[in-house]
Structure formats: structure tokens, C-alpha cells
């Protein structure tokens, strides 16, 4: 299974696709689309959307997982990150791509086993679970190959449970 780990925002899209088979993990590539500071703000969303797009369509993922938008004390920056979300989603429903969300204490149980894991440790176990040499940068790409790894620990327990009910 090819799958797209997304940490949305509006200036800095952490994307990273894996492949998940037989247990193991590949990456297949990592990145970030960003966007500059003083853009008007649809215009960075138009970014945002034709970046996520163009990954989309070079790689073909299978599933989408995306981070569960969070809302802590900033109602501006929740509501600019929603619409990034919502151009993201929406490139991953043209594209056929089902969308998988999961919340920040989700990924780190996936990850590291500890939902109030610090976000180092999960970065760190990224790093170890899919070989990689250092930790990708900038944080929000390894938080979404994290994202993705989660789906896919995530995708392979709801299979598990799917083949034990015959």
C-alpha cells in the first residue's frame, strides 16, 4: 500500500509517502511545499493545493492520512490551517484518494507507543522504523511520514480484524 502522511498547514505542507507491505516499511519520498510569508492567503492555498496535486499525481497513493485538526488557543491560525486542510482534502477526493484522519495522541501511540510521547521521541522513532539516516527536516515532514506510518499500523489492524471474522 502506497501511502501519503500529510502535517497540513499554509506555509509549511509536510508530505511524505511510504509503502507499506508485509509489515514493512519503504520510504519512497519526503518533502515540504511552502509558501511565502506577505502571499496574499488564497493565493498561498492555490500553492498549497497545486503542490499537493502534482505529489498526488506522481506517486498514486492509496490512502491519504492526515493530521485531525487540533485546536488550542489561536482561532485564526485553527481557521487558516482548516482551509488549508479543506484544499488538501479536496485534491485528495479528485484524485479518488480515500482520506484517513488521525489525531496528534494517535500518532504517537502508533509511533512510539506512549500517546504523550515528545515530539522528538516520535521524530527519533520515525527516523528508526523507516531507516532513514537523520530525521527528516523541516519537523512537519517527519511528522507527516509519522502520520503515514500511523495509517498504516492504523490499515493493517482494521485487515487483521477483517480476516478473522470469516
Not at 497540513?8 to 514493512?24: H, K, L, T
Not at 480515500?98 to 502508533?110: G, N, R
Request: proline share 4%; charged share 20%.
Amino acid at each position: 500500500m502506497i501511502i501519503l502522511g500529510i502535517d497540513p498547514g499554509y506555509a509549511i505542507v509536510g508530505w511524505g509517502v511510504i509503502e507499506y507491505n508485509a509489515n514493512r516499511f519503504s520510504v519512497v519520498d519526503y518533502g515540504a511545499v511552502t509558501t511565502q510569508a506577505g502571499t496574499p492567503f488564497n493565493d498561498r492555498l492555490k500553492m498549497v493545493y497545486d503542490g499537493i496535486k502534482g505529489i498526488m499525481k506522481r506517486y498514486s497513493p492509496e490512502a491519504l492520512a492526515i493530521e485531525k485538526l487540533f485546536y488550542n488557543t489561536n482561532a485564526k491560525t485553527v481557521i487558516d490551517v482548516a482551509q488549508a486542510r479543506g484544499v488538501i482534502n479536496l485534491a485528495a477526493v479528485q484524485n479518488n484518494i480515500p482520506i484517513f484522519e488521525y489525531t496528534p495522541l494517535q500518532v504517537k501511540q502508533s509511533v512510539v507507543g506512549y500517546g504523550r510521547a515528545e515530539k522528538k521521541q516520535v521524530q527519533e522513532m520515525t527516523r528508526v522504523i523507516l531507516k532513514l539516516e537523520k530525521i527528516p527536516k523541516p519537523d512537519d515532514t517527519a511528522d507527516a511520514l509519522a502520520m503515514a506510518i500511523c495509517h498504516a499500523h492504523a490499515s493493517g489492524s482494521m485487515l487483521g480484524r477483517l480476516r478473522n471474522i470469516k
